[in-house]
């Protein structure tokens, strides 16, 4: 058939696989409101793929057929499609969403600073496109974890803003998707502009602040509440990053803080903070007492792993000789 031909056919080019090509047993990773995601295995290929179906129509596939041809290490591969399933089949992630592992797992800092600069990197190339790539849907959810604990973006391109876009509808799109705490402020005002790239700076502020404490931005807030709130100027709280913390911390909760400025105009590009990121998580890694802090005071690197843990940088919650010192309870008063 047509589509077979396609599966062998010119190398490089978007597939469209069949049900069939893929072992019998699907294995549903995940459901969610317009879809679902399994866990697939390709005949020929002997290897595990993630299919994301979707409920609506193919429209967004054939979208995202456009994108596919980017190839980047901190963004998802998409190796095709299966339009017999309306579904993107893509790279499987073995150890799922950030989201998920922010809450099965306690990170290590070198982990936390590595993955923030990952996600900075992949935003990066997003936006090194010319035009910008948007993604719109930047979130915990969106950015997987694979065997080693590298991370990369997935589901850029799903939302779009098009040209005179009523703005409820767009407003609409995200929130049903859950995405409430990641959208800038000025999404709620008058302002005719459309999102750009600072829009995605906003929501990798909050990815940031995620990480840094592992908890839920907004937890427990209605949508109204988180609206005002955000309007207002209000961020989750920077109290709740456990004090127990490596002096570089301070500079990665500055670059948070000008992510997620009210002002969208003074929210940084990634490209202006990447290297700052860079040697932040390269610092970490670097072995031994040598990197003792500018006063001398080498104790105070004992406080959190460093050497040693780089090989164990996350441990199973509760197992865990690293854990917060900030307690679950405390998230419901997250404003700041
Ligand atoms: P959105 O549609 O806005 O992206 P979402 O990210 O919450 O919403 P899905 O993208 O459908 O929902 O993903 C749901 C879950 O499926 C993810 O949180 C992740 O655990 C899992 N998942 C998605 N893609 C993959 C993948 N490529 N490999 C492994 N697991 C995946
Ligand atoms: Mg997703």
Redesign the pocket.
């Known amino acids: 058939s047509q589509d077979k031909f396609s599966f062998k056919g010119a190398p490089g080019q978007f597939r469209n696989f069949q049900k069939d090509d893929f072992e019998a047993d699907w294995i549903k990773?995940?459901e969610?409101?317009?879809?679902?995601?399994y866990?697939v295995k390709l005949k020929l290929w002997r290897e595990k793929?993630?299919l994301?179906s979707f409920d609506t129509a193919l429209k967004i596939i054939e979208e995202v057929s456009n994108i596919a041809k980017l190839k980047f290490k901190y963004i998802?591969c998409i190796y095709g499609m299966c339009s017999e399933a309306t579904a993107l089949v893509?790279?499987?992630?073995?150890?799922?969403?950030l989201?998920?592992l922010l809450v099965s797992h306690t990170l290590m800092w070198p982990k936390k600073f590595q993955m923030i600069h990952e996600t900075s990197l992949g935003m990066n190339f997003l936006h090194s496109m010319k035009p910008p790539l948007l993604h719109l849907?930047l979130?915990t959810?969106?950015i997987?974890v694979d065997d080693h604990l590298h991370i990369?973006i997935?589901?850029f391109g799903?939302?779009h803003w098009e040209e005179g876009m009523n703005k409820t509808l767009f407003i609409e799109q995200l929130t049903a998707?859950?995405?409430i705490s990641y959208i800038p402020p000025e999404t709620f005002t008058q302002s005719p502009n459309p999102p750009g790239t600072t829009f995605d700076v906003y929501s990798f502020g909050i990815v940031m602040w995620e990480i840094l404490t592992q908890q839920k931005p907004h937890a427990g807030c209605s949508v109204t509440t988180v609206l005002l709130q955000v309007s207002q100027g209000k961020r989750p709280c920077v109290e709740l990053i456990p004090d127990q913390r490596p002096p570089e911390c301070e500079q990665m909760i500055s670059i948070m803080k000008q992510c997620w400025a009210q002002d969208h105009t003074e929210r940084p590009q990634f490209s202006d903070f990447v290297r700052q990121t860079e040697s932040l998580s390269e610092f970490l890694k670097v072995p031994g007492p040598i990197h003792s802090s500018k006063n001398g005071d080498a104790g105070q690197k004992a406080d959190y792993p460093c050497k040693e843990d780089i090989l164990s940088m996350l441990s199973k919650k509760d197992f865990g000789s690293f854990r917060h010192s900030v307690r679950r309870e405390h998230v419901y008063t997250q404003f700041s």
């Open positions: 990773v995940a969610c409101r317009f879809g679902q995601v866990q793929f993630a994301k998802m893509m790279e499987y992630m073995s150890n799922g969403s989201n998920n849907n979130k959810s969106n997987l990369k997935s589901d799903l939302i998707r859950g995405n």
